[in-house]
């Protein structure tokens, strides 16, 4: 027996229980998420018994610095943050690194100091100077 008597309301309703297609729903991502991944093959490079794959890095390096200030390492340009990393960088290992340090005529004291400042601040032991113009 109904509360309210109009038609409307005496029709049966339908309803759907939507807990058993939950679970299917859940069942069939846990499959999928557990298939996708032997589908796709990634080649990824192993490092052999030798121990080969690591090249390190060499011990002497080659700092030009121009007259504008300008760095290059090895011939390669850099910034001051850039020569700090590679700095920080070049200090792990068992050897200590080697920089040569080769200066434009004219070139500008701040641009000294801050180099000399970098590798003061890495406690870098190993460094020469060497007259960039005579070569």
Same mark, same amino acid.
């Given at each position: 027996?109904? !509360? ?22 859940? @069942?069939?991502?846990?499959? +999928? @998420? !557990? ?40 011939? !390669? ?5 850039? +020569? ?14 080697? +920089? $040569?340090?080769?200066?434009?005529? $004219? ?14 601040? $890495? ?13």
């Amino acid at each position: 027996m109904w !509360l309210n008597d109009s038609e409307a309301d005496q029709q049966p309703r339908a309803r759907i229980d939507l807990t058993p297609m939950i679970g299917v729903l859940a @069942a069939l991502l846990a499959l +999928f @998420a !557990l298939a996708i991944p032997g589908t796709q093959r990634i080649p990824v490079a192993m490092p052999s018994e030798s121990g080969d794959w690591f090249a390190p890095l060499p011990r002497d390096f080659d700092v030009r610095v121009a007259r504008d200030g300008a760095l290059t390492v090895e011939a !390669l340009p850099m910034t001051a943050s850039e +020569f700090d990393w590679f700095v920080a960088s070049a200090q792990i290992g068992n050897r200590p690194p080697i +920089f $040569h340090l080769r200066f434009a005529s $004219h070139t500008r004291y701040q641009a000294m100091a801050s180099l000399l400042e970098t590798l003061q601040r $890495h406690d870098v032991r190993y460094f020469d100077f060497e007259d960039d113009d005579a070569r």
